[in-house]
C-alpha cells in the first residue's frame, strides 16, 4: 500500500510563501502522475497543480504564475512551491500519487492533507 506523506504547510501571511512536499511510502514499482488538491470549508476539493512522469504541468486558473510544481524522480518527491500566497489559497492541501504497485497494480493514493492558512 502506498502512502503519500505531506509536509511543509503552516500560517503564513498575505503575500508570502510556502513550499509543501509530498513523498511515498511503502513499496511501489513506479509512479506517473503527482498532483496538489485543496479543499477549503464547504467548497468541493480541487486540483491545484499537477506533473506527469515527463514533466508536463497542468495549473488551475486561480494559481497560474504563482504557484509552480515540481518533482525529484529520484527521491520519488513532488513539491509544490506557493509565492504571492491570498486568504483564498487556505485550505487543506492533499498530495496524489498515481502509479504501478508491486505487481504492477494501479493504485491511486491520498496523502492525510497539511493546512495551509493564509492571513490577510
Known amino acids: 500500500q502506498v502512502q503519500p506523506v505531506e509536509s511543509g504547510g503552516g500560517l503564513v501571511q498575505s503575500g508570502g510563501s510556502l513550499r509543501l ?3 511515498p511510502s511503502g513499496s511501489f514499482f513506479e509512479i506517473n502522475a503527482m498532483g496538489w ?7 468541493q476539493r480541487e486540483l491545484v497543480a499537477a506533473i ?15 504557484f509552480t510544481i515540481s518533482r525529484d524522480n529520484a527521491k520519488y518527491t513532488v513539491y509544490l512551491q506557493m509565492s504571492n500566497l491570498k486568504a483564498d489559497d487556505t485550505a487543506v492541501y492533499y498530495c496524489n500519487l498515481h502509479g504501478y504497485g508491486m505487481g504492477y497494480t494501479v493504485f491511486d493514493s491520498w496523502g492525510q492533507g497539511t493546512q495551509v492558512t493564509v492571513s490577510s
Not at 37 to 43: D, F, H, L, S, V
Not at 53 to 58: V, Y
Open 21 to 23: 512536499s509530498c513523498a
Open 37 to 43: 488538491y485543496r479543499q477549503a470549508p464547504g467548497k
Open 52 to 66: 506527469d512522469s515527463g514533466g508536463n504541468t497542468n495549473y488551475a486558473d486561480s494559481v497560474k504564475g504563482r
